[in-house]
């Protein structure tokens, strides 16, 4: 479900390094022979057995798995399954290694996720070609969920993914019991700011205080996200309304620290509002729609009362 959180990570802190192969076989010597063909462009790793392989998945992610079909205890085809069926390792390639290339075997290798087939005795040519074309599907499909995900400008979660999160973790929370904050954040006389230093700086500048949010809301699960043109929201689970207001006053003050200078507005800097919503217990009636507006009415609010604040429910529980 938290596999959105860590796409929107993997578009700053891209590293260059050799993709990670997991190598799952009983025999010794099959292992020796795809490691000696891999070793120069990747790195190689390798589990003798299914429950090895699980241990290693728990702990890295390989980019691609070579898994023989045959293997005392857990079988290929059953590991297959088992790691397709969690959502941390379901997007990992698999290609079934197989000492006999009998086709309904095939059709169930297929059934259970995996991605191909390679036949003893190997080919080299042949097996890391099947490998580079994996990991290039792999790769590409990678990127399309990052850019379906990420505001082009900011490099925060858009809309799309907002929405996803917040009705996902809304649902997590409703479960768990835990409590579930949501932050409003609007720039204060955007329009004007704009008209003033034209829509380039007008960029840079949503582009700092983007930057100012995500540097304070930086545990794994929370969320930061472009709402709409010069808004901003925060999805902060298990997280009740003090520690909500808190981060929100942090945020408040971080962008006042930047001090960009906006010469249209009152206080002759950027500044933003914030309205804050929490719940802490759902009840039947509630609604994610209901944490969403209530968020904007404070919003609003701290808008009315003056901008440059942080807004949220009297303290009520
Ligand atoms: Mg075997």
Redesign the pocket.
């Known amino acids: 479900m938290h596999d959105f959180h860590y796409v929107s990570d993997q578009l700053s802190g891209t590293t260059e390094s050799a993709p990670l192969l997991l190598v799952v076989?009983?025999?010794p010597s099959?292992i020796q022979t795809l490691y000696a063909i891999f070793q120069d462009s990747y790195e190689v790793c390798m589990a003798v057995n299914g429950i090895e392989a699980l241990a290693f998945c728990a702990l890295r992610r390989p980019d691609l798995i070579l898994l023989?079909?045959?293997?005392?205890g857990i079988g290929?085809y059953a590991l297959c399954e088992a790691l397709k069926q969690d959502s941390r390792n379901c997007d990992i390639p698999i290609i079934f290694?197989t000492?006999n290339a009998d086709p309904l075997d095939e059709v169930q290798g297929f059934e259970v996720g995996g991605a191909d087939f390679i036949t003893k005795p190997f080919h080299a040519t042949v097996v890391r070609a099947r490998v580079q074309t994996q990991l290039t599907i792999k790769r590409q499909a990678d990127l399309l969920r990052l850019l379906a995900l990420v505001d082009g400008l900011t490099g925060v979660a858009n809309r799309r993914q907002f929405d996803h999160v917040l009705d996902a973790e809304w649902r997590r929370c409703g479960r768990s019991g835990q409590p579930l904050s949501l932050l409003m954040i609007d720039v204060d006389h955007f329009k004007k700011y704009n008209d003033h230093y034209g829509h380039q700086q007008g960029d840079v500048c949503l582009r700092a205080i983007a930057g100012v949010i995500k540097a304070t809301v930086r545990r794994p699960h929370d969320l930061t996200a472009r709402y709409g043109g010069e808004e901003f929201a925060c999805i902060l689970p298990d997280t009740g309304r003090h520690g909500a207001l808190t981060k929100a006053r942090e945020i408040e003050q971080a962008i006042r620290k930047l001090a960009l200078a906006h010469a249209d507005a009152p206080e002759g800097i950027i500044t933003v509002s914030i309205g804050v919503a929490s719940v802490s217990r759902q009840d039947p009636g509630d609604s994610v729609a209901s944490l969403v507006s209530a968020a904007d009415a404070h919003l609003y609010r701290a808008k009315r009362e003056g901008r440059g604040r942080v807004c949220c429910l009297p303290d009520q529980s």
């Not at 023989?68 to 005392?72: E, G, I, K, S």
């Open positions: 076989d009983d025999q099959n023989d079909v045959v293997m005392p290929g290694v000492g």
